[in-house]
């Protein structure tokens, strides 16, 4: 192992944390990660929220100091397109032709908005909203053109954290999401409800089961027109209808592909030789029996953590509950744990600040929580050690959560 070669596919969120993770276990060969954007990895959630009203630069929102990766031997290389995996030569091909050796390979390369290819798609001034260059896009366009009035397509997390941002800068904002509700697909309706209320007190128009089916103006969007008939002015359009994996290289290269690169609880692909981690992953997750592709930080992070141990035959790190956060204006959104499978729930706390209990039955798999830290760190705690608790004293408001746990539980 001492002199092997690790390349790592991608520049994001799990290829730094995995390069970083492989020193601290030990590995002492070269290590260079192979990013095709311009930008060393940086922090995506900021592109949402602040970054969009703000001066930040591709260095504020950098995930390491380029000292830190020239200080532990790390290799970025920017601008790198990998092309190709040879599994049997063990070499990647780049865009530019350069072919690559490794020992040990890791795939990091995230995720794909889902693009809407409706009549009018390709006008000025529709965004979508994953990568750098695409939030610093969208913010010169807002600062030079002073668009006043923005329509956001999709009610999931970015739709709703970009809405925040645009009415921060004054730009009135209709939201239109396909469901009965927004954030249907990852939360309760109380959750919606309260997010819906928050977006609406802010002045968001919020527009529920409605298609967007064209992008009406000349060169420029000028408006969208709905499935139902319904036409909303615009002058800037955002899209945020979730991402495909970027797992096509794995495919092309025969690896077990299933909606994402499949991979077990210590990063490893149907190659030995060969992690992945982050968005571009499926995992299998006992608590909803199915694989699952999680976009979070958490994860891209934690599975990094789990595919380094793995390259430097270590012990992997225990498993750690899932968990998300999402800023909207002054509200904090935590949630920990998977609420894809729940009975019930049960609600703690003010109009405000609050959480939000998802149970199987007995067994508790998640915790939303709205402006409530405490909450989401006692969830954190009870959901990793899988500890019991009294539903009847968690419903009880005044009984402390301390007290609804019926087993010993070290205080938050
Ligand atoms: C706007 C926005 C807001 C978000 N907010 C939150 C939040 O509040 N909380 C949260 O937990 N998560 C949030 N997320 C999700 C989180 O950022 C992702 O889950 C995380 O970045 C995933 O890390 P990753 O390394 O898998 O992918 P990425 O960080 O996307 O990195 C993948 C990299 O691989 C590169 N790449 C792809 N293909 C190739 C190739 N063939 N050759 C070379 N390079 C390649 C890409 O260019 C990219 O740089 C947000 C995401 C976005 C876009």
């Known amino acids: 192992m001492n002199s092997e070669t690790c390349l790592i596919i991608g520049a994001g969120q799990a290829a730094s944390q995995l390069a970083f993770s492989l020193r601290k276990e030990g590995w002492l060969g070269p290590i260079t990660l192979l990013g095709a954007e311009a930008e060393a990895p940086y922090q995506k959630p900021v592109l949402s929220k602040e970054f969009l009203f703000s001066e930040k630069t591709a260095d504020d929102i950098a995930i390491k100091s380029t000292g830190a990766y020239e200080k532990k031997a790390i290799h970025v290389q920017r601008h790198a397109v990998v092309t190709k995996i040879d599994r049997a030569a063990k070499q990647v091909t780049l865009s530019d032709g350069q072919q690559l050796h490794y020992d040990k390979l890791a795939i990091c390369t995230g995720a794909t908005p889902r693009h809407l290819t409706i009549e009018g798609y390709n006008k000025a001034n529709i965004f979508y909203l994953n990568s750098f260059i695409d939030a610093q896009s969208l913010r010169s366009m807002i600062s030079v053109q002073q668009p006043k009035k923005a329509v956001i397509v999709g009610g999931g997390f970015i739709g709703l954290e970009i809405a925040s941002s645009l009415r921060k800068l004054n730009i009135d904002v209709t939201l239109i999401e396909t469901e009965s509700r927004i ?230």
């Open 183 to 412: 954030l249907a697909r990852v939360s309760a309706p109380e959750i919606s409800s309260y997010f819906t209320a928050l977006h609406q007190q802010a002045g968001v128009n919020i527009i529920l089961n409605t298609k967007v089916t064209a992008f009406k103006g000349s060169d420029t969007v000028s408006g969208v027109e709905c499935d139902n008939g319904a036409h909303f002015d615009a002058d800037l359009v955002i899209v945020g209808i979730g991402v495909t994996p970027n797992s096509m290289l794995a495919e092309e290269a025969k690896l077990e592909v299933n909606h994402g690169i499949v991979v077990d609880a210590k990063g490893q692909t149907s190659d030995p030789d060969i992690v992945a981690a982050g968005d571009c992953t499926v995992q299998f997750h006992p608590q909803s029996g199915r694989h699952l592709r999680i976009e979070s930080i958490q994860n891209a992070v934690f599975q990094a953590k789990k595919a380094a141990a793995t390259l430097c035959q270590k012990t992997i790190p225990n498993e750690e509950t899932p968990w998300f956060w999402s800023d909207q204006y002054q509200t904090k959104l935590q949630i920990a744990g998977l609420s894809l499978r729940y009975t019930h729930t049960i609600k703690r706390g003010t109009n405000d600040k609050f959480s939000l209990w998802y149970f199987d039955g007995e067994q508790l798999q998640a915790v939303d929580c709205v402006n409530n830290p405490k909450d989401f760190l006692f969830a954190k705690k009870v959901l990793t050690k899988h500890l019991p608790l009294d539903q009847n004293k968690l419903k009880a408001q005044d009984t402390p959560l301390e007290e609804t746990c019926q087993s010993e539980l070290e205080p938050v």
